[in-house]
């Protein structure tokens, strides 16, 4: 009997320069393998000019380890990691839009919200809204336990993932530049006609 190799989520972190139809190609290696992406986040990153792509998915190490490497030969992506959840501190931030005549009449609701760690970001007369940052886990406990007092709207922004053992991009493009010219191009991994980048 052969062991299935376990699935787990994992966290793709690319460094990007901002190039449009990137995103799209991005996509294609995915849909191509019949991955289901469950979040997406493109963000500025610790260096100007450069882009951070987040992208969670649920695979075998192995199968990460090959998209990594595929979406790392993309002529803009500089660097691709993976890493387990155990390895990054992520967060995601949630909205919930509630009736205020509900929060109003009932002190529990109140109770719930502070317990849940939320607050209101708007206070109108027929509705709130409220926010709460934490993990998946968190956020849809608020979504069940905000259902039976008329939960009008939930929406949950895309991951945000910090590498807990990183020293940045900004390190390895540091130790690039210190390089001397002609100094072991073959093996540089940076240097695949990618050079004017650098060039900061």
């Given at each position: 009997?052969?062991?299935?190799?376990?699935?787990?989520?994992?966290?793709?972190?690319?460094?990007?320069?901002?190039?449009?139809?990137?995103?799209?190609?991005?996509?294609?290696?995915?849909?191509?393998?019949?991955?289901?992406?469950?979040?997406?986040?493109?963000?500025?990153?610790?260096?100007?000019?450069?882009?951070?792509?987040?992208?969670v998915i649920t695979e075998t190490e192995d199968v990460v380890s090959k998209l990594a490497g595929q979406?790392?030969?993309?002529?803009?992506?500089?660097?691709?990691?993976?890493?387990?959840?155990?390895?990054?501190?992520?967060?995601?931030?949630?909205?919930?839009?509630?009736?205020t005549d509900v929060i109003a009449e009932k002190a529990s609701v109140e109770r719930l919200l502070r317990?849940?760690?939320?607050?209101?970001?708007?206070?109108?007369?027929?509705?709130?809204?409220?926010?709460?940052?934490?993990?998946?886990?968190?956020?849809?406990?608020?979504?069940?336990?905000?259902?039976?007092?008329?939960?009008?709207?939930?929406?949950?922004?895309?991951?945000?993932?910090?590498?807990?053992?990183?020293?940045?991009?900004?390190?390895?493009?540091?130790?690039?530049?210190?390089?001397?010219?002609?100094?072991?191009?073959?093996e540089n991994e940076f240097l695949n006609s990618r050079d004017a980048v650098f060039t900061m």
């Amino acid at each position: 009997m052969s062991h299935q190799p376990d699935r787990q989520e994992y966290n793709i972190t690319a460094y990007t320069e901002n190039q449009v139809g990137l995103l799209n190609r991005i996509a294609i290696i995915f849909s191509r393998r019949k991955i289901n992406i469950e979040s997406l986040n493109v963000s500025p990153s610790e260096i100007e000019g450069i882009h951070r792509f987040n992208i969670v998915i649920t695979e075998t190490e192995d199968v990460v380890s090959k998209l990594a490497g595929q979406i790392e030969k993309q002529v803009e992506v500089l660097k691709v990691y993976y890493n387990t959840n155990a390895d990054v501190i992520w967060q995601e931030m949630a909205l919930y839009k509630v009736p205020t005549d509900v929060i109003a009449e009932k002190a529990s609701v109140e109770r719930l919200l502070r317990e849940n760690g939320a607050r209101a970001v708007v206070i109108r007369k027929d509705y709130t809204v409220f926010e709460t940052t934490g993990h998946r886990e968190e956020t849809d406990a608020l979504i069940a336990v905000l259902q039976p007092y008329g939960l009008i709207e939930f929406v949950r922004s895309a991951r945000i993932a910090i590498i807990k053992g990183s020293n940045g991009f900004n390190s390895k493009l540091r130790e690039f530049e210190r390089r001397e010219p002609g100094e072991d191009v073959a093996e540089n991994e940076f240097l695949n006609s990618r050079d004017a980048v650098f060039t900061m």
